[in-house]
């Protein structure tokens, strides 16, 4: 029964994905993500049903649409993939329960956030300022204190401290940026996002994300930089990494915590 229902779970996470992958595509364009209906971006054929199964069409047609045999970006089947494991340990750590499916939510909502932000660099209100309310919603329900191995807030207090914290603190950065630099640094959309993510893990995950972003951010900087020979000088999608280290501290917070603070243990002891 339980594999039964993960394999729902995980159906339903994937088509959830591929929704995903039409706000994805549609949305830097302008393009309303409801009509038309799916379609190739390359020859406009209308994409028939059986070949818009999540993950398993882009398989059988080898990554290619069937009517002009152009390549369908490998993102489609990675997004489906992702969400629908995300969504599937929702479940497994939360159950069947209003929690789970706001966690799957705002995992979701991350998800398009990261690769919007990565094409255009906008974080979009429409997605980040209900991601909050999500949040609000899964501190009222106190899921941290249900569940310790996710990173979860445990009170509405706690994600009221955790969105006020975290957009607080990078409005201070992007205005003292502002102020030295005598130019924009970092858009709001950054600052709603982490009041997103400080509202779903409380005000003491804040900092963790904050510096986990800025440390990946910098390495990937600096390869690009070295990369280019054009130094410093160009634009990074912090949002993105603010959302790798969102799910990466949401669902392995926990485990590294334990792990560090066992190490530092066992090195005291010795």
């Not at 159950?95 to 909502?109: D, I, P, Y």
């Not at 990261?114 to 909050?132: R, S, T």
Request: with cysteine.
């Amino acid at each position: 029964m339980d594999l039964f229902v993960g394999l729902w779970i995980f159906a339903l996470g994937a088509i959830i994905g591929s929704f995903l992958n039409v706000v994805i595509h549609r949305f830097p364009r302008e393009e309303s993500i409801v009509f038309p209906p799916s379609r190739c971006p390359r020859c406009g054929a209308r994409i028939r049903p059986w070949d818009n199964v999540p993950i398993v069409s882009w398989l059988i047609l080898l990554g290619r649409c069937r009517d002009c045999r152009s390549p369908i970006a490998v993102r489609y089947p990675l997004v489906e993939l992702a969400n629908g494991l995300f969504w599937l340990a929702a479940w497994l750590h939360l159950g069947l329960t209003l929690s789970a499916l706001l966690v799957a939510l705002a995992v979701s909502m991350t998800i398009a956030l990261i690769f919007i932000d990565a094409e255009i660099q906008i974080l979009p209100d429409v997605i980040d300022l209900p991601g909050i309310a999500v949040g609000l919603g899964i501190g009222w329900l106190g899921a941290g204190l249900a569940r310790p191995h996710l990173v979860l807030s445990s009170s509405l207090l706690d994600s009221i401290l955790g969105a006020a914290f975290g957009a607080g603190l990078l409005l201070a950065v992007a205005l003292a940026y502002r102020l030295i630099r005598g130019i924009e640094g970092m858009g709001l959309g950054d600052v709603k996002m982490i009041a997103m993510i400080g509202a779903v893990c409380g005000w003491a995950a804040v900092l963790p994300v904050i510096f986990l972003a800025s440390v990946v951010g910098a390495v990937i900087g600096i390869a690009i930089a070295l990369r280019k020979d054009e130094g410093l000088r160009f634009a990074l999608p912090f949002g993105v990494f603010l959302g790798l280290a969102f799910l990466g501290v949401l669902f392995f917070g926990r485990v590294i915590q334990e792990w560090y603070f066992g190490f530092l243990t066992v090195a005291l002891v010795r």
